[in-house]
């Protein structure tokens, strides 16, 4: 994208030469510096908003609800569920071992 603008850019400048067009190439320039500047700092944005407790160092509380939720989606369903839910020791229906 940067590169069809720079390309627009220098087509712009090419035509209007001259003393009398020196502030719109001022300003050309201005605003190409401007556009990668703002490109830079969109890459970080979107790099930093995809770290999230999986990826990286930060805790679990600091993840956003669509994180946490996109996470949960990625777990596989066998971690908790399917497991009989049954508590420890003798279960109900054994045979019991006791003095009598």
Known sequence: MSTDIKALAAQVLDQYQGPEHAPLQALIVALLDLVDTLTAEIAEVKAAA????????????????????????????????????RGKGKQPGAPGAHLA
Do not use: V, Y
Not at 74 to 81: G, L
């Open 50 to 85: 995809g770290r999230h407790s999986g990826n990286s160092s930060k805790p679990p509380s600091g993840d956003t609800l669509a994180q946490r939720q996109a996470q949960k989606a990625r777990r596989p369903e066998w971690t908790n569920k399917g497991k009989p839910k």
